[in-house]
């Protein structure tokens, strides 16, 4: 009784030491791991929001975005001819 426990722990602390060096294995030679190492860039918040309007001119957008009861807004411009962007 005795020889058969000595065997069974040796055996349970190989199969231990087995599995973690083929877990380790694993995971040195994963893509994943690679994509983790590479820093990565987070999206940043737009600095603008864009309106759909008609034949847009920097100064009419400036105008657009600030309203009718506030001055003109700085920083509004045209994205192209129908977009005008507002600035958060």
Same mark, same amino acid.
């Given at each position: 009784m005795v020889?058969?426990?000595k065997n069974t722990s040796a055996? #349970? #602390?190989f199969v231990a030491a087995l599995m973690?060096?083929?877990a380790?294995?694993?995971l040195s030679s994963c893509d994943a791991c690679k994509d983790m190492?590479?820093?990565h860039s987070f999206p940043l918040p737009?600095?603008?929001y864009s309106e759909h309007f008609p034949n847009c001119t920097d100064e009419r957008c400036k105008k657009f975005c600030g309203g009718d009861d506030m001055s003109p807004v700085?920083?509004?411009f045209c994205n192209n001819d129908n977009n005008c962007c507002c600035p958060i």
């Open positions: 020889m058969l426990k055996l #349970c #602390c973690v060096v083929m380790a294995i694993l190492d590479e820093p737009a600095s603008c700085l920083g509004a």
